[in-house]
């Protein structure tokens, strides 16, 4: 089995599996937070980020299936956001840094914009694909600046 056919392999799955880890690890918000409007109840963030991790995954996989594109810049930009993603909820909940925390998401949003224009160059379903991703992204920004603001 070629290495493109292992990576495609594990692909979807893997967005879930870097969530899940990044959740064990970040906590849970500390009591007392003071949270923006708007904010969803609790039991959403997971149920929506299954979703999104999940059509991530999917994304990825068409790309790597796509015969006319080589593992490049979509892949490549894909991992990225997926280390970032990793990343920002330790330091928005694990060690609070709520300011750093907007930088932290901000690159991260940055980075799914080009992995959505990379993968619109394989496939334009999985660009569609990473959209939600993105709004979400979006509406994390705007929740992470408010509780910066507000905290």
Sequence with gaps: MNNKKKLSFLIIPLPILVGGLSSFLSGNMADGTVKPPLTPPDWVFPAVWTVLYLLMGIAAY?????????????????????????????????????????????????????????????????????????????????LNIGVAVLN
Excluded: H
């Design 62 to 142: 068409l790309v790597l299936k796509s015969n006319d594109y080589k593992i490049n810049d979509g892949i490549k930009y894909f991992f990225y956001q997926l280390v970032v993603n990793f990343i920002w909820p330790i330091v928005f909940f694990r060690f609070e840094m709520y300011a750093t925390a907007v930088v932290v998401l901000a690159i991260l949003i940055l980075l799914t914009i080009a992995t959505i224009c990379e993968f619109k160059k394989a496939s334009k379903t999985a660009a569609w694909l990473l959209v939600p991703y993105l709004i979400w992204l979006l509406f994390a920004l705007y």
